[in-house]
């Protein structure tokens, strides 16, 4: 029977992309996808009558580099770039959005429910023309997007989930485009919740290469 009450959590990344969902005991389970690897290259490829996602796409990209398309993240909410595919211009948002259907296909085949409802993580930095890119990507896939989580956020939040007393917590996001490093101070329960303190280096990544 289909989990229709299920919101799957769907790390939108900028070199792999994965997709998840909590299990009976309230813990994340990663969803394998081709290959039984737990994440997917977010390189896509364009056939003449078909999109590839993930290994084979990447595999592609070394003899066909014109036709695939990676690290598209870097360009989400920048309505000035676009990808020609053989006189067809893709915006950012458009290709995102086939690395969203690949893994929302890899968690149905997996559990036999439909993918639906979805919260996605996002840099801390995002800015708010690339969250809605984000969010539009989800909605050419199909999906309905709960929300936007920092991936900062994400990550101290699966740290601290059953932790009860106040604590900070430095979370190091060295990810395929960017290096972002966030601080979260944790307050007792009946304090207001939680103070948030970011720095989003930029500048370091263009010293990174």
């Given at each position: 029977?289909?989990?229709?009450?299920?919101?799957?959590?769907?790390?939108?990344?900028?070199?792999?992309?994965?997709?998840?969902?909590?299990d009976?005991?309230?813990?994340?389970?990663v969803?394998?996808?081709?290959?039984?690897?737990l994440?997917?290259?977010?390189?896509?490829?364009?056939?003449?009558?078909?999109?590839?996602?993930?290994?084979?796409?990447?595999?592609?990209?070394?003899?066909e580099p014109?036709?695939?398309?990676?690290?598209v993240k870097?360009?989400?909410?920048?309505?000035?770039?676009?990808?020609?595919?053989?006189?067809?211009?893709?915006?950012?948002?458009?290709?995102?959005?086939?690395?969203?259907?690949?893994?929302?296909?890899?968690?149905?085949?997996a559990?036999g429910?439909e993918?639906?409802?979805?919260?996605?993580?996002?840099?801390?930095?995002?800015?708010?023309?690339?969250?809605?890119?984000?969010?539009?990507?989800?909605?050419?896939?199909?999906?309905?997007?709960?929300?936007?989580?920092?991936?900062p956020?994400?990550?101290?939040?699966?740290?601290?989930?059953n932790?009860?007393?106040d604590?900070?917590?430095?979370v190091?996001?060295?990810g395929?485009?960017?290096?972002?490093?966030?601080?979260f101070?944790?307050?007792?329960?009946?304090?207001?919740?939680?103070?948030?303190?970011?720095?989003?280096?930029?500048?370091?990544?263009?010293?990174?290469g």
């Amino acid at each position: 029977m289909a989990n229709t009450n299920r919101i799957y959590g769907i790390d939108l990344g900028t070199t792999y992309s994965c997709i998840s969902y909590l299990d009976e005991n309230n813990r994340p389970v990663v969803i394998a996808g081709d290959n039984n690897r737990l994440v997917t290259p977010s390189v896509v490829y364009f056939e003449p009558n078909n999109v590839i996602v993930g290994e084979t796409a990447k595999e592609y990209a070394r003899v066909e580099p014109d036709r695939t398309v990676a690290l598209v993240k870097r360009y989400m909410g920048d309505s000035t770039w676009k990808k020609d595919i053989s006189g067809t211009k893709y915006r950012p948002e458009e290709i995102s959005s086939y690395i969203l259907l690949k893994l929302k296909k890899a968690a149905e085949d997996a559990l036999g429910d439909e993918v639906t409802d979805v919260v996605i993580t996002v840099p801390a930095y995002f800015s708010s023309a690339e969250r809605t890119a984000t969010e539009q990507a989800g909605q050419l896939a199909g999906l309905k997007v709960h929300d936007l989580i920092p991936e900062p956020m994400a990550a101290a939040i699966a740290y601290a989930v059953n932790e009860v007393e106040d604590q900070t917590v430095m979370v190091y996001d060295l990810g395929g485009g960017t290096f972002d490093i966030t601080v979260f101070e944790r307050l007792p329960r009946q304090s207001s919740g939680c103070h948030l303190h970011r720095w989003h280096p930029r500048a370091w990544w263009a010293r990174l290469g």
